[in-house]
């Protein structure tokens, strides 16, 4: 049974940082694309970040680029969001998810497992 598992959400000021992680578990991931997405209050679910389980192929969305950085801990076996210069827009629930596509899958849709969320308030 596929377990993603997030933590890291809270509340900051606008300018600091957070790091969100997502532990995951239940089967191998080798050729899983893993994806942060995010969905604020009255808004649809949006792509943040994605990354191959291997660690290659790395997606950021345009609105993140410069901020916030994906990447993998081999040993942990979770998947990272640094969140860096927080903005109050980027107020939302993250969600980690994982998908059989592979490939460039960045719609909800094309993510077959989810994890529960955790927020993140970025007070101004």
């Known amino acids: 049974q596929v377990q993603l598992v997030e933590s890291g959400g809270g509340l900051v000021q606008a300018g600091g940082s957070l790091r969100l992680s997502c532990a995951a578990s239940?089967?191998?991931?080798?050729?899983?694309?893993m994806g942060w997405f995010r969905q604020a209050p009255g808004k649809e679910r949006e792509c943040v970040a994605t990354?191959?389980?291997?660690?290659?192929?790395?997606y950021l969305a345009d609105f993140v680029k410069g901020r916030f950085t994906i990447s993998r801990d081999y040993a942990k076996n979770t998947v990272n969001l640094q969140m860096n210069s927080l903005k109050p827009e980027d107020t939302a629930v993250y969600y980690c998810a994982a998908s059989v596509v592979g490939g460039g899958a960045r719609a909800p849709d094309e993510y077959r497992y989810w994890g529960q969320g955790t927020p993140v308030t970025v007070s101004s």
């Open positions: 990354i191959m389980w291997s660690g290659s192929s790395i």
């Open positions: 239940g089967r191998t991931f080798g050729s899983f694309r």
